[in-house]
């Protein structure tokens, strides 16, 4: 954020803990009657609707979220730990909202204009502003405490479908807050057990942010606030401005983590995934922004393909171990999360629901985030694909729009890495936002093969190792040179044509006019090569400019680079940049056509063998048909 950090001080909180407590324990609030839709009809589950419209009226009813809580174990006067803990959360984000709404008072003229509104009645123009400032107080409020939810309350069982919002009333914060409870309180009604509470109250912070933010615009005033920066140690609860965090803690990571020297072959894919470890980790918290995002070079998303069996999983592990490890040194959160097939959902919006949540985890601007989407072909749908589900469909459509949509911003904290064995099934548009392409190959050569059966069969043998310099194929650099150098000349048949034809014709590239033609050639022969491939090009280009070895000494303290300001980091960066090349340009427009080419190659033969199999099924239908009119059996 643009502002300092703000500490609010437990006497701050504390002063607001007795009205707090008479909120939880109980409230009369105004409802409008038809909000439930009429009483409802018994041993039904559905709603008596009355003929004559009863939209103007508005009744009173009590609300006691603490007996509401204690209800869902009736046959025990205590609270168990779980009610206990949401009742007190509950509490305790009443008097942090009225506190962080104190806060914003102070920052705009609403505390003088409370102050003599006290001594008498405000007049003329005061009376507008004191009206506009008290409501944006009220959202302030609302927003602190659905946030302050959504990050204290923990659960991991599956979030309920049948919440509403509740009736914001925006008139003062105490206002907004009861109608807050009063929706709480019917959300927490319809628990299973006590279980169930904790991801009731989740739901329904969510619920109320989402809702809070469709009605941000309505609000003036509220400038104030935007830049604010809050934190509450005590309960490891920040506000960033109207930011939401993802609100769930952050748990150890528990997988089996990889070394670079256990990933056999792979080599640029292997050589750039250790570069992003490092780019990650060179993101200050303070400015919330990365010195590569800057100057270029970072890697936002990719996707790596490859056969079965070739190592995705275990690229996927070297990088989470990576950066867990340098994470712990510098003393800061990182989050690791996959999207898999098992958060598509049968219900209808559940799915896209999910994939936001994934996106907010990941994206949250206090953690390092490192996210992937395996199988993504399984997981996202083509857009054509009639046979897909609708949850896939949403899923594409998230995806699409968090990764280069009109609101996504990238500061540098997180990566995104989609895997699959099929990229040609991923829609297009989708497979174009990944600004990096990985061959995810495996083993190729003898030395590799040679090399991944050591490592893989142990030590538990006297078999001589022979002639052979053992991991002596995987040295990184040496690897990356020749991976990249072949690359000079394209790989795959299509574009290979298009190459020797540009070669004969023009001869060696050497103006950016030479590179121009070159590229419009490419689209000529593959019409997805469109403008977003040109984009991913050049910033594959500026990531091999920024192709620069941080010494591991850098990350083996805290203070030796990530501990440093933003200023200094981008200096110690931008010292290392060098210019890019010709073959640079050359190679990284060969990989990334070469990619496009494979998947429309891939893509063909797939339609291809459909055809043929269609065509052999028909014959087949057609012998057994005749056999069957040439018994008499055909309209038997």
Same mark, same amino acid.
């Given at each position: ?81 779980? %009610?206990?803990?949401? @009742?007190?959360?509950?509490?305790? &984000? +009443?008097?942090? !909202?009225? $506190?962080? #709404?104190?806060?914003? /008072? ?66 003062? %914060?105490?206002?907004? @807050?009861?109608?807050?409870?009063? &929706? +709480?309180?019917? !959300?927490? $009604?319809? #628990?299973?057990?006590? /279980? ?77 995934? +250790?570069?992003? !470890? ?359």
């Amino acid at each position: 954020m643009d502002t300092g950090l703000t500490t609010l001080l437990e006497a701050d909180i504390e002063k607001h803990r007795a009205l707090a407590q008479s909120f939880i324990t109980r409230i009369v609030v105004l409802e409008d009657s038809s909000a439930r839709g009429g009483r409802e009809l018994a041993g039904t589950g559905r709603r008596f609707v009355p003929t004559v419209s009863t939209g103007s009226v508005r009744r009173t009813r009590e609300v006691e979220l603490t007996r509401t809580v204690q209800a869902v174990r009736p046959d025990d006067q205590l609270l168990s730990p779980a %009610q206990h803990t949401l @009742l007190y959360r509950a509490r305790r &984000g +009443l008097s942090v !909202a009225m $506190a962080v #709404a104190d806060v914003f /008072a102070k920052s705009t003229a609403l505390e003088d204009l409370q102050a003599k509104n006290a001594r008498s009645p405000l007049e003329g123009e005061d009376v507008a502003v004191y009206k506009r400032l008290l409501s944006a107080a009220a959202y302030v409020a609302a927003f602190t405490f659905a946030s302050y939810l959504l990050q204290t309350v923990e659960s991991d069982a599956e979030a309920p479908n049948d919440l509403r919002e509740p009736e914001y009333v925006f008139d003062t %914060q105490q206002d907004v @807050l009861k109608a807050l409870v009063s &929706g +709480l309180d019917g !959300a927490l $009604a319809g #628990a299973k057990d006590e /279980a169930d509470l904790p991801a009731r109250a989740r739901a329904y912070a969510t619920v109320v942010l989402e809702g809070l933010l469709q009605r941000k615009s309505r609000f003036d005033g509220l400038g104030a606030f935007e830049n604010a920066h809050i934190r509450i140690e005590k309960d490891d609860f920040t506000i960033d401005g109207f930011d939401v965090a993802p609100g769930r803690k952050a748990k150890p990571l528990v997988m089996q983590f990889r070394k670079p020297e256990e990933v056999v072959g792979n080599h640029i894919a292997k050589y750039q995934a +250790l570069k992003l !470890a490092k780019m990650l980790m060179a993101y200050d918290f303070d400015r919330q922004l990365n010195p590569f995002v800057e100057l270029g070079g970072f890697l936002f998303t990719f996707i790596g393909d490859g056969a079965p069996g070739t190592g995705k999983t275990t690229l996927i592990q070297m990088i989470a171990g990576l950066v867990n490890d340098y994470a712990q040194v510098a003393g800061v959160p990182f989050h690791y999360e996959n999207f898999g097939v098992d958060q598509i959902s049968s219900y209808q919006g559940k799915s896209g629901q999910n994939c936001r949540q994934f996106i907010n985890n990941v994206m949250n601007p206090r953690v390092i985030g490192f996210g992937t989407i395996d199988d993504v072909d399984q997981v996202a749908a083509k857009r054509s694909d009639d046979r897909a589900s609708a949850g896939q469909h949403e899923i594409t459509g998230v995806l699409m729009d968090a990764f280069s949509g009109a609101g996504t911003v990238i500061r540098g904290n997180c990566s995104f890495g989609m895997f699959s064995n099929y990229p040609e099934n991923v829609d297009d548009a989708l497979r174009q936002r990944a600004g990096a392409r990985w061959l995810v190959d495996g083993p190729q050569t003898r030395e590799d093969y040679i090399d991944i059966f050591v490592l893989l069969a142990g030590k538990n043998h006297n078999i001589p190792l022979g002639e052979h310099d053992l991991y002596a194929a995987q040295e990184i650099k040496r690897a990356v040179e020749a991976a990249y150098e072949q690359y000079s000349k394209p790989q795959e048949e299509g574009l290979r044509k298009v190459y020797e034809r540009f070669m004969d014709e023009r001869g060696e590239p050497k103006t950016l006019a030479d590179i121009g033609e070159y590229l419009h050639r490419i689209k000529q022969a593959e019409p997805r090569f469109t403008g977003r491939a040109i984009k991913n090009v050049t910033d594959a280009i500026k990531m091999r400019a920024m192709d620069i070895e941080l010494p591991d000494e850098w990350f083996e303290t805290r203070d030796a680079f990530m501990g440093k300001s933003y200023e200094e980091k981008k200096a110690m960066v931008a010292e290392l940049r060098r210019p890019f090349t010709m073959d640079m340009v050359m190679q990284e427009i060969n990989r990334y056509a070469d990619s496009e080419f494979r998947y429309a190659d891939k893509s063909d033969d797939a339609a291809v063998d459909k055809l043929i199999r269609d065509a052999r099924l028909r014959e087949r239908a057609i012998a057994e048909i005749e056999s069957l009119k040439a018994r008499g059996l055909w309209n038997a």
